[in-house]
């Protein structure tokens, strides 16, 4: 049976996934239910993956099959009905660890052990720091978000390699972080139909392609040093264009962060 210790780690973790709930409840009249049903889909998808992998596979396959409720030519009761049918869920599981000191049948040879703190978890304040070449404004950009606003930053390079692959290892550390900024910097020169132009390095793009599903773009925000090109793909994600020293946008990077109730 599973110790003290990792039951409260699990029912932090459940806490805080019920908070993440309530706040997207909250803003179904301020942001629109176009918005809310976005976050909650991917709110959806990501507690599934936590409680897989914290709890057990089995009460991820229940939360899973537990889909949006639809209530004919009512979109905004669905989304509610939808709310509290996986907010109950959430509750009754919680009671269930708590109370009961819940059996994870599904965990064999200790894999129930954390891999995480709850408080590294869904609700951190970890930034996750795409970046290419420009290692004078990486290290600007980690500076100024650890110092002006305490918030822990995830940059890859710097992560142990633990014998896992690069894919892996991005998207084991990717997961903990609640935002990411992408340092776009005219890294590699590309020709096509006889001309050129500067773009930044494939693995930013890919990464924030990765960061916006899972995230969500407002949780995603560019800054573009002057010259570099943006393909198409990527309008509609919050960018920050600098001429040579990120740490002059700081007010408006602030801005970026408290919309998004990093800060």
Known sequence: MPDKKKITKILDLLDILSLELERIYSEIQEKGQAV????LERWHEKTIRAI???ISKSEGEKLADKGPV?????PLGSITETIQLWGSYLKVLREQ???HSYIFEDNQNDKYELKVDASESLGSK???IIHGHDDTNLERLEKLLKDRWALDTIILRYQPGKGRTIIEKFEQEAYEAKYAFAIFTPDDIVKVSGQEYA???PNVIFEVGWFCGKLGRENVCILWKKGTKIHSDLEGISRIEFDDNIEDKF????RELKSSGVI
């Open 52 to 54: 897989s992998e914290f």
């Open 126 to 128: 970890k930034v996750f």
């Open 36 to 39: 809310a049903w976005a976050r």
């Open 97 to 99: 660890i708590h109370e």
């Open 70 to 74: 639809y209530i004919m030519n009512d």
């Open 199 to 201: 773009q930044a390095r």
């Open 251 to 254: 007010l408006d990077i602030e």
